[in-house]
């Protein structure tokens, strides 16, 4: 039930496309939903996150789309650029309030964006 | 400016012989976590802090310790390392809640690679 599924693994994508990355969870008690870029070598670093009660939320080419009855979030990157090529990783989190498992981050498996210039 | 710092960045270590990573950070945050990357594969939690409640999670094993002497700086011990505990290892650390937006955000350093031969 903390599970977090994410697909695709990898994802190839021109240069000007639409990159989709794709995540579902289990635990309706989640509360938060980040996104992080990961870059060879280095930390993750938070990109984009919702909150349950936000159907989409965009930032510059980024946006975050939450279904809350599906129990399913995506990352759409518009106008993807070679500089976007990471590893991007969904996340979920427990609740702030309470318990051993304060906060806790579960994440996606990753999916490795290529995006060809 | 690196707010969580993590050392060294790489370590190479022969089998069964004690490493010690280090993490400081001058967020001042309450929370601090370690976890465990391996190649291609999600962040796993070892353990948390809250201020200096340890956290274990359930299936890290004993062989990975922690120590947190001040809210600046965290250790990750692992005793007697072991070829399958090669992996990239990552300090981060997060606001306690009602302190405004840093409670919502994970910080990560750049990581400690672990080599075992």
């Known amino acids: 039930q903390q599970q977090v599924k994410q697909s695709p693994q990898s994802l190839i994508v021109q240069k000007g496309g639409i990159s989709i990355i794709n995540c579902a969870y289990e635990?309706?008690?989640?509360?938060?939903f980040p996104w992080y870029q990961q870059f060879p070598g280095k930390g993750p670093a938070l990109l984009i996150a919702i909150r349950p009660d936000v159907s989409e939320k965009k930032e510059g080419r980024f946006t975050i789309s939450f279904n809350k009855s599906a129990k399913q979030f995506s990352l759409h990157i518009m106008d993807s650029q070679p500089g976007d090529s990471a590893t991007y990783f969904c996340?979920?989190?427990?609740?702030?309030?309470?318990?051993?498992?304060?906060?806790?981050?579960?994440f996606g498996q990753g999916t490795i964006l290529t995006v060809h210039p | 400016d690196a707010m969580v710092i993590q050392n060294p960045r790489y370590q190479v270590t022969q089998f069964g012989k004690p490493v010690t990573l280090s993490c400081s950070q001058t967020?001042?945050?309450?929370?601090m976590y370690w976890y465990q990357q391996k190649s291609s594969q999600a962040p796993k939690l070892l353990f948390h802090?809250?201020?200096?409640?340890?956290?274990n999670e359930a299936d890290t094993p004993d062989n990975f310790q922690s120590r947190r002497p001040n809210t600046s700086f965290c250790f990750l011990d692992i005793r007697s390392p072991g070829l399958g505990d090669a992996a990239m290892y990552l300090c981060?650390?997060?606001?306690?809640?009602?302190?405004?937006?840093?409670?919502?955000?994970?910080?990560f350093g750049a990581g400690s690679r672990l080599t075992v031969l």
């Open positions: 981060a650390t997060r606001a306690a809640p009602g302190t405004g937006v840093g409670a919502n955000v994970l910080t």
């Open positions: 996340a979920a989190r427990n609740p702030l309030a309470g318990g051993t498992s304060y906060g806790k981050l579960t």
């Open positions: 967020l001042n945050h309450n929370v």
């Open positions: 635990n309706t008690a989640f509360d938060y």
């Open positions: 802090y809250y201020d200096k409640d340890f956290n």
